[in-house]
Structures are given as C-alpha cells and as structure tokens.
C-alpha cells in the first residue's frame, strides 16, 4: 500500500489539474481525485493486476476523467436549479506569488501552472459534459484522440468532432475575448476603478468593450442580478451603483488587487445592509484594451478560505 500510495502522490498534482479544469470547482476536483485513489488502490491492490498496466499515468487520468465525467452529468441538474446565475469557484492567489488563499499546498500551486482563466470556466459551461472532457483533455493536457474516446466510450472520430465543436462554442463571437498581458491587464483595471470612483458614466464606456457582459454569483445569499448585464451601457450604470454604494460605506470596505485565476481581478470585503459581512472576488476578461467580461462571485460558500483583509488593504485598491 506504501507503493502504491507514492506512485498516487507523484501523480496527484496533474488529476487535480485536469479535474479543476473540467469541474471549474476545487472541492469537487478534489472529491473526484480522491475517488480516483479508491478505485486505484481498489483496482490495483493486487500486484498482478498492477502488471498488466502499462502506462500508470494513463490510466489514472482516464479513470479521473471518467469520475469527472459522472460528476459533469450531476452537476448539469443540480445547476438547472441553482439560485441566480452560476459561476465557477475561483482559485484567488496573491500579486506576489506567495501562497494562494485557497489551500495553499504543492497540489494547489499546480493547478495554478496552466490557468485557463475564468472567461474560459464561464464559457465550457455552455458545453455538454462529453464535450467539455474531449476538449480538456485533447487541447490542455495532450491526450490523443484515442485515449479521449476510451474515457467517452465512443470512436476516435466522434471524440474529435466533440472536441471541435466545443472548441467552437468557447470561441464563438459572444465569447468574452482575454487576450491582455499583466500590464495591460493593470493599466485597464486601474483605469476601470478610477472612471467608477468618478461617478460619470462617460469615462467608464471608454474602458468597457460595446459587448461586454457581467455576471454575478451569490448563490441566493445576497441581492444579485438573476440574468447577464449585457452592454457597455448596462453594465457601466450597473458599475455605478455598486461603487456608489461602496463610496457610502468607503470607511467599511476592504479592497486588495489578487490573482484570479491567473488573471488580475480584486478581493473585496463590505458589510451588507443588515449588518454581514459580504466578501466577493470580481474576475476580469480585458481584450484590445476595454474590459469584455466582469464576473462577480459573492456566495460565500464558493470563498472559504480566503485570507481576511485588514486596515491595510483600503478602498479604491492600492495597485
């Protein structure tokens, strides 16, 4: 058992990449690696079975995916019935590098090597579950078709023709488009909260993409839109309340630049109308210089674990 579990643990790292990747969620990879261990250590207790396995790293991603696969099929009821629009949960890591807020151990920091970006997340909601799998698999972690349709039960040809049609969908021209470096990604979103802070709408429209879309996540805990902000327009006077509301409560609100996802977004902590806490991480997509994509998350049970913001940590962001 001692083996076995030390060719699991070199292992642990890329199941846990490959099934954040396609749950969008880090404690339901987490469960679906851990199931992964069961049935390895199931399967392969017996050292005559564990010969037969030529490729260890193989079969354990396919396993993986397979258990993925499972969850992705659940999951596509459960959200049907989810409270107001439904984001990923978010991997929040600070400027500098140092540990992430969420779990910050060695299996966590590789899930943070290849980031795909919320936009992304956001945009392999809309994929069927089987096509989600093809698409992670074969374009981030190389798996050939092959072995993509052994996980999916199905030919090599289909496998393909899912993968390219989900590649498809997360590009299609609705897609919130992120294509900006970490300075441009800076320079759009200081200049974001500056044309907030200023309370004009004008400033604001410059900054934000004529298509760009927010959405919010607060899974019924707190007031939140309950369909997409569509539109520069729409989305900058919704922009505005939310800062005005901010700069009337500025004394009781907490602002820190963070990495989300990978990419530069903010951790901000207020105090509700009714006196609880609201803690929330806005992502970012920023194509062309404007800001195509803004995602909200404020349900708490998607942000356990983040670190707490202090006095240090002011309203506007220090960049």
């Not at 929040?92 to 910050?104: E, H, I």
């Not at 974001?192 to 429209?205: R, T, Y």
């Not at 009714?274 to 195509?292: Q, S």
Request: charged share 25%.
């Amino acid at each position: 058992m001692r083996d076995l579990a030390t060719e699991f643990e070199a292992e642990r790292s890329r199941l846990l990449a490959v099934a954040h990747r396609m749950l969008g969620s880090r404690s339901e990879a987490e469960d679906a690696v851990q199931e992964t261990w069961l049935r390895y250590a199931g399967a392969l207790g017996n050292p005559a079975a564990r010969a037969e396995i030529r490729d260890l790293s193989a079969w354990l991603t396919t396993t993986c995916a397979r258990i993925c696969l499972d969850v992705l099929r659940s999951a596509r009821v459960r959200r049907e019935a989810y409270p107001g629009q439904w984001l990923p949960e978010p991997v929040v890591s600070p400027l500098d590098g140092g540990p992430p807020g969420f779990a910050p151990d060695p299996a966590e920091r590789a899930v943070r090597t290849d980031q795909v970006g919320t936009a992304l997340l956001v945009m392999m909601e809309r994929l069927a579950p089987e096509q989600r799998v093809a698409l992670v698999l074969h374009d981030v972690f190389a798996v050939p078709f092959a072995g993509v349709a052994d996980v999916l039960g199905t030919t090599e040809a289909a496998a393909r023709q899912l993968a390219s049609r989900a590649r498809r969908a997360v590009t299609a021209p609705d897609a919130p488009r992120h294509t900006a470096d970490p300075a441009e990604q800076r320079r759009v979103l200081e200049a974001f909260v500056a044309a907030a802070e200023s309370g004009e709408l004008d400033p604001l429209l410059r900054v934000l993409a004529p298509d760009v879309v927010l959405l919010g996540d607060s899974g019924g805990h707190f007031p939140a839109a309950r369909r997409p902000v569509v539109g520069a327009d729409a989305v900058g006077r919704f922009t505005l309340g939310l800062f005005g509301r901010a700069g009337r409560y500025a004394q009781r609100v907490r602002s820190r630049p963070v990495l989300v996802d990978g990419v530069l977004g903010l951790q901000m902590e207020s105090v509700h109308s009714d006196g609880r806490p609201i803690r929330m991480i806005a992502a970012f997509a920023v194509h062309e210089g404007r800001i195509t994509g803004v995602f909200n998350q404020l349900n708490p049970e998607k942000l356990v674990g983040l670190p707490p913001l202090g006095d240090d940590d002011p309203w506007p962001p220090r960049w």
